[in-house]
Each structure stands twice: as C-alpha cells, then as structure tokens.
Antibody
Framework: EVQLVESGGGLIQPGGSLRLSCAAAGFTVTTNYMSWVRQAPGKGLEWVSVIYSGGTTYIADSVKGRFTISRDNSKNRVYLQMNSLRAEDSAVYYC??????????WGQGTLVTVSS | QSALTQPASVSGSLGQSMTISCTGTSSDVGGYNYVSWYQQHPGKAPKLMIYDVSDRPSGVSNRFSGSKSGNTASLTISGLQAEDEADYYCSSFTSSSTRVFGTGTKVTVL
C-alpha cells in the first residue's frame, strides 16, 4: 500500500529555514516522480516543486532561489528545504507521488506557519 | 506562471449535471494533453479524479468526465450526489516543465 507521511512543519520566524520531510512506503522514491504542493489557509492549491526519477528538478517561480527539493534514496524520503521564509509561505505542504504530470497519491500534509 | 482560471463556485441540484471550466493558455492547457482534476473535501488531501484530460483512475465514478477544447478544459459531473460537494482544482503541465493549478471551484449540491 502506498503511503506518504510529511513531517517537519511548525512555527518559524520570517527569514528562517525549515526542512520538510516526506517518508514514503509501498514504493521507491528513486523510481518515481515526487512533488510538493502547498495550500495557504483558506486558499487554493499551489504547485511547488518536482523531482524526477533521474534527479532532474523543477521549482515554481514563487519559491525559486529559496526552496530546494531533494531525496535520500537510503531513507526513501523526499525533502523540501525552505530558506528565507516569508509570511506568504505559510501553508499546508503536501507531498505527492507523481506519474508524469498527474499527482496520484498524496500525504496528509504538514502545516508551516511563518510568523514573528 | 499564472494560475489557471476556474469559476469560484458552481451549484446544482441532486441528480443534475454540472460542468466546471478551466482556462489557461497555449503554454499549458492548450499545448498539452496533460490536464488533471482533483477533488478536495474540507480538511482532507486532494484526490485525483481525472488525468490526461479525460482518463479516470481506477475507483473513480464514471459520473466524472473530462474534456478539452483549445485552451479550456472541462470537468463534468453527471447525476450529482451529496458527496460530490467539495472543492475542485484543475492542473496542467506547462511549457517550462512545471505544473500549474487552477484557482479552484467550490461545488455546492442543492
């Protein structure tokens, strides 16, 4: 059974850094595309980043230069390193397994709050 | 990358059909047959309902169907049921190899 469990969210001050983790079970992250999607409170979904099975990564313009997606093959995890955090980065961050452009499995999300 | 445009809300009666539009550009919706649709109930993670414009994942009701014409994709829900009340988002692959979501549509079943 495919499972995705996000962790690492919390309250962080503006300008701070946070690393989100997505633990995968039931499949191997290295042979799949993995994505991060976020949703600000009461707002819509926003695509953040993807890492392909070959290691190529793409990231949304809104977070380019501040966020980085990566993975740890030995731990079967995907990460989202978030630096220079701003209030507008506050959101629930979802990890998802992608199949091409579609997102077929989603985790339950982890909440990030950027506030002083 | 600007969000795809969806109506903010759509309502319909039990048993009726409704269609949600998703308008983009030739750099996303119009340029690729990689449009997907997601259903999200309050407090829950999104669920894939349609992919590659009109394909349905296993387990999704055939009351849900998708189509595309030019830069606009559509999701049709036929035989509306109470459990269809949710937020719906479209998504597309883009010419920058990124993805973009729609603004979201709240579906209300009367």
């Amino acid at each position: 059974e495919v499972q995705l469990v996000e962790s690492g969210g919390g309250l962080i001050q503006p300008g701070g850094s946070l690393r989100l983790s997505c633990a995968a079970a039931g499949f191997t992250v290295t042979t799949n595309y993995m994505s991060w999607v976020r949703q600000a409170p009461g707002k819509g979904l926003e695509w953040v980043s993807v890492i392909y099975s070959g290691g190529t990564t793409y990231i949304a313009d809104s977070v380019k230069g501040r966020f980085t997606i990566s993975r740890d093959n030995s731990k079967n995890r995907v990460y989202l390193q978030m630096n220079s955090l701003r209030a507008e980065d506050s959101a629930v961050y979802y990890c998802a397994r992608a199949l091409g452009s579609l997102l077929e499995y989603w985790g339950q999300g982890t909440l990030v709050t950027v506030s002083s | 990358q600007s969000a795809l445009t969806q109506p903010a809300s759509v309502s319909g009666s039990l048993g009726q059909s409704m269609t949600i539009s998703c308008t983009g550009t030739s750099s996303d919706v119009g340029g690729y047959n990689y449009v997907s649709w997601y259903q999200q109930h309050p407090g829950k993670a999104p669920k894939l309902m349609i992919y590659d414009v009109s394909d349905r994942p296993s387990g999704v009701s055939n009351r849900f169907s998708g189509s595309k014409s030019g830069n606009t994709a559509s999701l049709t829900i036929s035989g509306l049921q109470a459990e269809d009340e949710a937020d719906y988002y479209c998504s597309s692959f883009t010419s920058s190899s990124t993805r973009v979501f729609g603004t979201g549509t709240k579906v209300t079943v009367l």
